[in-house]
């Protein structure tokens, strides 16, 4: 399975990018999706995440800035993020908790997109 992240790149502050998420799988859909965020030398963290039913969940950094959505038809997810500040440069790593035909459950990481933010 394939789980490929898209969209990041230099943006200066204030500006905007779309990250995408897509999981290439003809046995596998989507049940939940987050987007992680790690600054340079720190740890990562959830900044924002939308279940199944469609429910999103925010870090408070990013409240009213950042869009988490999805597609289920195309099996992909995605990060509208607005009024970007230097603070969220970083790499973003989409991840995803799926289910196969079967009904058993998986779970991928992407491979990050860097953003970069400048003051």
């Known amino acids: 399975v394939q789980l490929q992240a898209s969209g990041g790149g230099l943006v200066q502050a204030g500006g905007s990018l779309r990250l995408s998420c897509a999981v290439h799988?003809?046995?596998?859909?989507?049940?939940?999706m987050d987007w992680n965020h790690q600054a340079p030398g720190k740890q990562r963290e959830l900044v924002a995440s939308i279940t199944s039913a469609g429910l999103t969940d925010y870090a408070e950094s990013v409240k009213g800035r950042f869009t988490i959505s999805r597609d289920n038809a195309k099996n992909a997810g995605y990060l509208q993020m607005n009024s970007l500040k230097p603070e969220d440069t970083g790499v973003y790593y989409c991840h995803v908790d799926a289910r196969d035909i079967l009904g058993r459950k998986w779970t991928y990481w992407g491979q990050g997109t860097l953003v970069t933010v400048s003051s």
């Open positions: 799988s003809r046995i596998m859909s989507i049940n939940s």
